[in-house]
């Protein structure tokens, strides 16, 4: 029975809640009616006052519109002040050319394939520019008259501190939060690189490549968790250290330019490997150096099916420096097929110069000469190789006409004697004598005398 009595004192108590709330509310209620009441009969004093109607409640889609004056005259129908108008439609006009520079520019970063500019893309890309600027300048003078740029609070951002360029088809179209979320990533990158380079300098020590490399990791773990997979890559084959490598080896090579999609195959194929390789860095115990070996000789292996066989014998052949000045000299003749005839050739010169230089049978000077001689050679190779001519080689001069000598004969003189005084054989003298009858000689007849070393140098 006990707990009977103690749900009718439970019930009690609460009836007697309800009936106090009751009444202060009823209480309430009677001081606001009286309130109200005061305040809203007339006054005896009535103040006048200006009032401006404006349309209270709008969104931006009220606003907005399919074009800039229609845009402009809805700004100023909701009440916006000039200024503000002004700014918007510059900020926003500058962030429609924004876009198109983008888009629309094709400039030397997003040929990322190539080593060194070409100048004819930056050219064009300069010419671009300049176009868009003077259409975004002359849209801006349409729509807020010649005097814009007086009053103008916005402007295109200027970074204290320049960072990537992020345009073209893939890089380009990214939304403006996204590429300020990278340009935040390098910044943060660059300065991690530089305050750690500036601790090594401070305690005189060089940068540890292992270190370089776990800092390089640490921003493509960054982006990669901003970034799809097609737009990271995009952007490594621009910024990333191993990509700027590639582009220094074939730039090394001189006469190897890659494709856009030998570039991405090669990168592709390597920028694993160079991420284990630079993680094993500054390693000296055994087993780390042979994974090393080991993944170098994989990453050639790589190279190698990226291009192809023919492209990649090119590109190991470009990587003797006497190969690189055949194909030099092969692109100078205007003939560049034949370089490799030039290279056969200037190997088969350098064999050659070791022997001569290493016969100990012939003497410094006839070393010299040999030397000369095979350096002609050579050119005249050279000159075959590329499809010139030689020169034909000079005649010698014919010795100048000897002055001929006369002997007249005088008693008793024969062939004999002559040839005798003149050391010539007795024919020879007869030879130079064809219409003199030796046999019937007369004093007073006088006789030519043929030129012989053995004869005298002055004759009697």
Not at 29 to 38: D, E, I, N
Not at 58 to 67: C, H, I, P, S
Request: aromatic share 6%.
């Amino acid at each position: 029975m006990r707990w009977r009595l103690v749900a009718i004192l439970s019930i009690g108590v609460n009836i007697a809640l309800a009936a106090v709330w009751l009444v202060s509310w009823r209480a309430a209620s009677a001081k606001y009616a009286a309130f109200s009441a005061a305040f809203s009969r007339p006054q005896s004093v009535q103040t006048r006052t200006n009032v401006v109607t404006r349309r209270q409640l709008f969104t931006w889609r009220d606003v907005e519109a399919g074009d800039y004056p229609t845009y402009i005259a809805n700004l100023r129908d909701i009440g916006c002040p000039e200024q503000t108008v002004r700014d918007i439609i510059i900020a926003d006009v500058n962030a429609l050319y924004s876009r198109k520079r983008a888009t629309e520019l094709v400039t030397a970063e997003q040929q990322w394939w190539r080593s060194a500019s070409d100048p004819e893309v930056v050219r064009a890309a300069t010419e671009k520019a300049r176009g868009l600027e003077e259409d975004r300048h002359a849209l801006l003078t349409t729509l807020l008259g010649t005097n814009w740029e007086s009053g103008d609070l916005v402007s295109l951002p200027r970074p204290s501190r320049p960072g990537v360029t992020l345009d073209g088809p893939v890089l380009g179209v990214l939304s403006t939060d996204m590429k300020q979320s990278i340009q935040d990533i390098t910044l943060r990158s660059q300065e991690r690189l530089e305050a750690y380079l500036n601790s090594q300098r401070g305690a005189g020590k060089d940068s540890e490549p292992v270190v370089l490399a776990r800092l390089r990791q640490q921003t493509r773990d960054e982006l990669a968790r901003l970034l799809a997979p097609p737009q990271l890559e995009e952007f490594l084959l621009r910024y990333s250290q191993n990509a700027n490598d590639l582009r220094t080896d074939f730039g090394q090579l001189r006469f190897f330019s890659p494709t856009a999609d030998e570039f991405r195959a090669v990168f592709r194929a390597t920028d694993a490997f160079d991420q284990r390789i630079q993680a094993l860095a500054g390693a000296s115990d055994p087993g780390s150096l042979g994974q090393r070996r080991a993944m170098e000789d994989q990453r050639e292996n790589a190279i190698r099916t990226a291009l192809g066989q023919r492209r990649y014998e090119e590109y190991q052949r470009l990587h003797d420096p006497v190969y690189r000045d055949a194909v030099a000299a092969a692109q100078e003749a205007g003939t560049p097929e034949a370089a490799g005839k030039i290279y056969a050739v200037t190997l088969a010169a350098q064999a050659e110069q070791e022997r001569i230089r290493a016969d100990a049978s012939l003497t410094a000077q006839q070393k010299a000469i040999e030397l000369k001689r095979l350096e002609l050679e050579q050119l005249q190779a050279n000159t075959l190789a590329t499809g010139g001519e030689l020169l034909p080689e000079p005649q010698p001069e014919p010795a100048p006409p000897q002055p001929r000598k006369v002997y007249v004969l005088g008693p008793g003189d024969s062939a004999e004697t002559i040839a005798l005084m003149y050391g010539l054989p007795p024919s020879a003298i007869r030879a130079a004598n064809p219409n003199v009858n030796f046999s019937r000689l007369k004093p007073g007849t006088a006789i030519t005398i043929p030129r012989s070393p053995l004869s005298p140098l002055s004759a009697p």
